[in-house]
């Protein structure tokens, strides 16, 4: 089992910059690729960045390419989502979560845990 916990996020201006952490605990031995997701009300949950194992290899949504980016520090257990350049329609729940994959993965139904989620609210 592995435990997720988000941090980091907040009311921010359009055009501002948000850094959130997800910090991974239990079973972090094993290899985890690791993703992003988000959640608006009234609206699906939606993909925005993955990252594999290792992190050499990332995806990201349309919507955020070039905003966003992905990382991980696997000697902290700890993955992280630089977001740039934030918009109102970024206004979300933001969620970690971790796949038994090596690879990185870009729907949620291949993802194994999940975190309670940090809201990033964007204001005009």
């Known amino acids: 089992q592995v435990q997720l916990v988000e941090s980091g996020g907040g009311l921010v201006q359009a055009g501002g910059s948000l850094r959130l952490s997800c910090a991974a605990s239990g079973r972090t031995s094993k290899s985890y690729a690791m993703g992003w997701f988000r959640q608006a009300p009234g609206k699906e949950r939606e993909f925005v960045a993955a990252i594999s194992w290792s992190g050499g290899s990332t995806s990201y949504a349309d919507s955020v390419k070039g905003r966003f980016t992905i990382s991980r520090d696997n000697t902290k257990n700890t993955m992280y989502l630089q977001m740039n350049s934030l918009k109102p329609e970024d206004t979300a729940r933001h969620y970690c979560?971790?796949?038994?994959?090596?690879?990185?993965?870009?729907?949620?139904?291949?993802?194994?845990?999940w975190g309670q989620g940090t809201q990033v609210t964007v204001s005009t």
């Open positions: 979560a971790a796949s038994n994959s090596f690879s990185y993965e870009v729907t949620a139904d291949r993802y194994d845990y």
